[in-house]
């Protein structure tokens, strides 16, 4: 059974950083691949960032590329979302997912599993 849980959102102003942080358990976290994706109120969710089984490999949407950097703790089965520069319309609930292949995608139907999703409201 695979669980994840994100934790870290939170109120911020624009310019101001935050850590994500989404804890899986389960098996095989080190084979899977790991996404966040966020939803802001009325729209689709998005793909944000994903890191490949392992971590060896990254991707990030236009949007967040030189921003957000998406990084694991195989130790502590943790993958982390560090985000600078937050800006308002960063506002939204992100969630992190968890695939059954090593591959990363930016397809959010390639993701099985899903966490609960925190909240993150950026000021102007």
């Known amino acids: 059974q695979v669980q994840l849980v994100e934790s870290g959102g939170g109120l911020v102003q624009a310019g101001d950083s935050l850590l994500l942080s989404c804890v899986f358990s389960?098996?095989?976290?080190?084979?899977?691949?790991m996404g966040w994706f966020r939803q802001a109120p009325e729209k689709e969710r998005e793909f944000v960032a994903a890191?490949?089984?392992?971590?060896?490999?990254?991707y990030y949407a236009d949007a967040t590329k030189g921003r957000f950097t998406v990084f694991t703790d195989t130790a502590k089965s943790t993958v982390y979302l560090q985000m600078n520069s937050l800006k308002p319309e960063d506002t939204a609930v992100y969630y992190c997912?968890?695939?059954?292949?090593?591959?990363?995608?930016?397809?959010?139907?390639?993701?099985?599993?899903w966490g609960q999703g925190t909240q993150v409201t950026v000021s102007s």
């Open positions: 997912g968890a695939r059954n292949y090593s591959p990363q995608s930016s397809d959010l139907k390639d993701y099985t599993y």
């Open positions: 890191i490949s089984g392992g971590g060896w490999t990254t």
């Open positions: 389960g098996p095989s976290f080190s084979n899977r691949a």
